[in-house]
């Protein structure tokens, strides 16, 4: 199996992770909250410690959470770094489009002249 290791696969394990409900909002917990016990991060969805532990694995996966083991626990904290790939996306194509828009208004405009 061929692996690459391009800004571009990172992007799509990164939108591939966030793209499930629960694991944004586990994202989104651990950014609020910090760190947390991996059985605390199953609480809220009412799934079972082995289900969290699946969606944590993908998320590890794309280098969005960080796990450490501590005593009998998996503690979880989110990698800042690995979520700027994808805000990098996101400038980017929010770059692109505001631009063709703007080139778009003044061609309009032109043409009405």
């Known amino acids: 199996m061929v692996s690459f290791n391009t800004d571009a696969t990172r992007v799509d394990r990164t939108f591939f992770a966030l793209s499930n409900r629960t694991r944004r909002s ?6 609020r909250e910090g760190e ?12 079972s410690l082995p ?4 969606h944590i694995g993908v998320l590890e996966d794309a280098g969005i959470v960080l796990c450490r083991r501590q005593g009998r ?7 800042p770094s690995a979520l700027k790939d994808a805000a990098g996306w996101f400038e980017f194509h929010a770059r692109f489009w505001s631009e063709s828009f703007e080139r778009l208004g003044r061609m309009l405009a032109e043409r009405k002249s």
Do not use: D, Q
Request: charged share 25%; hydrophobic share 45%.
């Open 26 to 31: 586990m994202t989104e917990m651990l950014l």
């Open 36 to 47: 947390k016990p991996m059985r605390e991060l199953a609480k809220p969805f009412g799934i």
């Open 51 to 54: 289900g969290a532990m699946k």
């Open 73 to 79: 626990e998996n503690l979880c904290s989110v990698n």
